[in-house]
């Protein structure tokens, strides 16, 4: 089993930046595809990135060209850069991983999940 631990969140300045990092318990490798979703209070849960096991990397629309997501297989970890970051970024930030070939936002597909890292922007 894969267990999951996010890290590099807090409170920040609207056009700030914070880098999140998610630390994988055992060796996931290059075999594992992942991704960065968040919750927002009220909200459903949304994905923001993905990096399959092959390399392809997704967004979703409102975070493109600000946001970067990046795997170090050598070190089972996951992170995500978030530039510009502005208020509707505000939310808890979860990293999921699957063991299998996978290039989509959509939760389902994923099966570890860490407890999150909450990220606060003030505008």
């Known amino acids: 089993e894969v267990r999951l631990e996010e890290s590099g969140g807090g409170s920040i300045d609207a056009g700030g930046s914070l880098r999140l990092s998610c630390a994988a318990s055992g060796s996931t490798g290059s075999r594992y595809s992942m991704a960065w979703f968040r919750q927002a209070p009220g909200k459903d849960r949304e994905g923001v990135a993905y990096i399959s096991s092959t390399g392809n990397t997704g967004y979703r629309d409102s975070v493109k060209g600000r946001f970067t997501i990046s795997k170090d297989n050598a070190r089972n970890a996951l992170y995500l850069q978030m530039n510009s970051l502005n208020s509707e970024d505000t939310a808890m930030y979860f990293c999921?991983?699957?063991?299998?070939?996978?290039?989509?936002?959509?939760?389902?597909?994923?099966?570890?999940w860490g407890q999150g890292t909450q990220v606060t922007v003030s505008s």
């Open positions: 999921a991983a699957t063991p299998y070939p996978y290039s989509s936002l959509s939760q389902g597909g994923y099966v570890y």
